[in-house]
């Protein structure tokens, strides 16, 4: 059924795509030149006059395009998503075309280059630095632009940007009304972005959104999904002693919190994957059949994903993409005691882990911190929010500190047959040349679930980075094939979506 | 009995005290003075031309004192171990004092001041700087010198040397022949002392060994000990995937080392201390009854350790020193993913936690390094001694590169009844005027083991650092009442030890 759906699209519009490669091939260093450039203004998520200089940067380019730019915010001193539109003249229907233009923290050890100073670099696994000014000929398909931010998002918003320039250069019209709506705080976990939705909906509101987050499939194939997972993370301290001791002396006597942190780490999760907190699985939506039938005709990524990652093992289900039907919770970090080899014969006074919930449908942050916390209690912890004072420590064996992140969001599905989720899989699939892959939803998390859910409007995923891209990682990178074949892809998106 | 035995002692010699209190009086500023000195010469243990420094430095101490001093070194760079040796005319006896001389490593966070820059403050919690020197009349006792090495051990050398200067200046001659063994590698685990003192056996052979490593009981009183506990140590890294991985997308599939290692350390030891390493306790001796009776008469220290430390329970035996009587395994430290409360939500790419067990009796480490192997392997651990490749990874789901420290120790315990023992308790015993305290033996370890083994001569350990000298950890120091006190009782070692 798949595949007559798809052809039934594919009769409709002339596909741009040639028009837009040869603009692209004459484009290259330019594009890329431009990207740079929007790379090296520096946007962790949570400097947020940094993320400010970004919505700055970043409307000027489309106001220079004849977009309408306006920022919006929650409210004072919070970071500004940027809402760009542009209205078509006869066109029945309005796109909103969201992406995120801040970037996760920098502070990871490993970068082989400065994260905001972008460097073009050979194929992987050499990433050798090359002078791409210097080049003559096409630039190699194969090299990654490495910088924060790379793939996730700013490729998006770089090949949005090139796609519109190449259409117009061709003289071909945007089908639809177009809106930009571009975010400003997704890697802080959109702690205000579902108010500045809400404040603003009849500004943003559209037909469809498009939703340019997250990687392609790791088949390199193009993939469209109709959601993703939600999402709520915290931080737990536990608490040893007041100073570090000699632990031949006290080892046997005082509680270590490097044991109480990875005993904790242990009662919420086993090494298999299973989250072990009584009731969590509960509240999770069954699989569809429809949803099912998708996810059996993924090709297989596996095998060659055990062998990229030097994984001798899978935990979960076997296949990537199944997991992403149940909640998953990721311990982010563990630490206690001394770092590298020289640790010190001490027991260490704290000791902290990291985690991150990923929600299915049917589950809320809310159930999920109430679960979890009464899981802890049971297990003897004395739940704090400040660092414990003398009184708290000695009148309690066992405390932990949990600090919930500020931002949080529950699962989107939209579904997979509705007419602007049919419309977008026919452009794509007439771009690339042949069925775009479905995913139900991905295992990533964003802030588009209360967007949607207030908009009413469906959703459609569609990510160009690759899939290794180290988003949320050391040496973030896109790989510039991706790019050039994401500008085609909104190209297409832009000029050709009918329904 | 112990009363009567240490009353029977009493009866002897005249003691120094008196006259050696006077001589300390008079020169606390010469005393913390040359003290400084020794502490601001670089001592980490695994820096060996520091160490060597060192070495000189106290050498050329011992020698402006008479002491005929020699560097034994078990081979070519390694760190060496000072022997200074000075006979008594007519003396039938010789007294061994062992310390160490080099330092922990000093990379902790939170030193309030440098490591090797001694600084003087004022009594705890407040530890203000203070200008000692500026100082009219007596200093406070409860001052305190931070440095590295304060405690642990520079402080036993520094109560020897001015002990040795009082009682020179007072014309008391000592009543044994006397031999000083500092070595240069305790804090590394001692991998070449034994082999070091195999090769100069008749050099550093004695009558009787009193160790000055190690802090005093929690209560102040002075405590004499009869051995110490073993040690062998590992660090175990584990192997998640090759590059650092989106959370949101691969966390329900690729393993986490964060969990992979929270997991390993759970399964050698639980949060109350035992060890669950199958057969580990089988080789452990049961404790005797005069053990048992001399750890029942320890004085209560545990309610106001409790308090000191901010710990609102303990693990193990409630009683400290009863601990002692079983192995450890402390677990130093655990590291994986990012530090802080910016963790990124990615899988890392590796995990790594350190380990170190105190051995009991009957213990040994070879033996304690099977049954841990034998049983990471049971538990589906591959175990590795390099970074595995490619190939290793694919082949085993479950890989732990295990690395033993170099240094390791069996435990010792000499006789509490000898007849040197008893005379180093009825010198003690008269210096302070209480019956000192007996501990079967410490908790902590040292290089002594082996070395009691081969000279087949008895030890008493005799320390005098404050309890919380903060010894392994950032901001050791040493109480100036401590070094006052530790030095009357080395003169009275000195001047009146008789059997």
Redesign the interface.
């Known amino acids: 059924m798949t595949a007559v759906l798809l052809m039934a699209g594919t009769a409709g519009a002339a596909s741009p795509t040639g028009a837009v490669r040869a603009w692209r091939q004459a484009h290259e260093k330019e594009i890329v030149s431009d990207f740079a450039a929007m790379l090296a203004v520096p946007n962790v998520a949570?400097t947020v006059p940094d993320v400010e200089k970004n919505a700055a940067y970043i409307s000027a380019l489309l106001q220079k395009r004849g977009f309408k730019t306006q920022l919006l915010t929650a409210e004072p001193r919070t970071p500004p998503s940027i809402l760009a539109a542009l209205k078509t003249p006869g066109a029945k229907r309005t796109v909103v075309f969201y992406a995120h233009y801040d970037g996760?923290?920098i502070?990871?050890k490993g970068w082989i280059s400065t994260p905001f100073e972008p460097s073009m670099r050979t194929a992987l696994p050499e990433a050798r630095p090359v002078d791409w000014k210097a080049a003559t000929g096409p630039l190699d398909p194969d090299w990654r632009l490495f910088a924060r931010s790379a793939g996730d998002d700013k490729g998006t918003i770089q090949a949005f940007i090139s796609a519109f320039d190449a259409l117009k250069a061709a003289g071909i019209k945007p089908s639809v009304n177009i809106k930009l709506l571009y975010e400003g705080e997704e890697e802080q976990g959109s702690p205000h972005f579902a108010r500045l939705v809400a404040k603003n909906l009849e500004l943003v509101r559209g037909d469809l959104l498009i939703m340019g987050d997250?990687?392609m499939h790791q088949s390199g194939k193009q993939e469209i999904n109709f959601g993703?997972?939600g999402?709520t993370?915290f931080?737990a301290t536990v608490?040893?002693?007041?100073?570090?001791?000699?632990?031949?002396?006290?080892?046997?006597?005082?509680?270590?919190p490097?044991?109480?942190?990875?005993?904790l780490?242990?009662s919420l999760?086993?090494?298999e994957?299973r989250i072990l907190i009584p009731g969590f699985y509960d509240d999770v939506a069954p699989v569809s059949a429809a949803d099912k039938t998708a996810l059996a005709a993924l090709p297989d990524v596996?095998t060659g994903l055990?062998?990229?990652?030097?994984?001798?093992?899978?935990?979960?289900?076997p296949r990537?993409a199944d997991?992403?039907m149940?909640p998953?919770?990721?311990?982010?970090?563990?630490?206690?005691?001394?770092?590298?080899?020289?640790?010190?014969?001490?027991?260490?006074t704290e000791?902290e882990?990291?985690f991150?919930f990923?929600l299915a449908p049917g589950e809320t942050p809310a159930r999920v911190r109430e679960l979890t916390e009464a899981h802890l209690t049971r297990q003897g912890w004395f739940i704090v929010r400040d660092a414990p004072d003398?009184a708290t420590?000695?009148?309690?064996?066992?405390?932990a500190r949990i600090?919930w992140d500020a931002g949080s969001s529950v699962a989107t599905e939209s579904a997979m047959d509705g007419p602007g989720a049919k419309a977008v899989a026919a452009s794509i699939s007439r771009t690339v040349g042949y069925p775009v892959l479905r995913l139900p939803f991905?295992?990533?998390?964003s802030g588009m679930a209360e967007i949607v859910n207030q908009m009413k409007a469906p959703m459609v995923g569609v990510a160009i980075a690759n899939?290794?891209d180290?988003?949320?990682?050391?040496?973030e990178n896109l790989r510039l094939g991706n790019l050039w074949d994401g500008i085609e892809v909104y190209a297409g998106l832009i000029a050709d979506l009918n329904w």
Not at 241 to 256: C, E, F, N, R, V
Not at 393 to 399: V, Y
Not at 442 to 445: E, F, L, P, R, V
């Open positions: 949570t996760q923290p502070g990871q997250g990687p993703n997972r999402i993370g931080t608490y040893g002693p007041l100073k570090p001791l000699h632990d031949g002396h006290y080892g046997s006597w005082a509680p270590s490097t044991v109480m942190i990875a005993s780490v242990m999760r086993d090494d994957g596996e055990k062998r990229a990652m030097g994984l001798g093992r899978n935990i979960g289900p990537l997991g992403y149940a998953t919770l990721n311990v982010r970090a563990i630490h206690a005691g001394d770092e590298g080899p020289n640790a010190a014969n001490a027991i260490a000791g882990a990291s991150d990923r003398l420590r000695l009148a309690h064996p066992k405390i600090i991905m295992g990533a998390s899939y290794d180290n988003q949320h990682a050391q040496n």
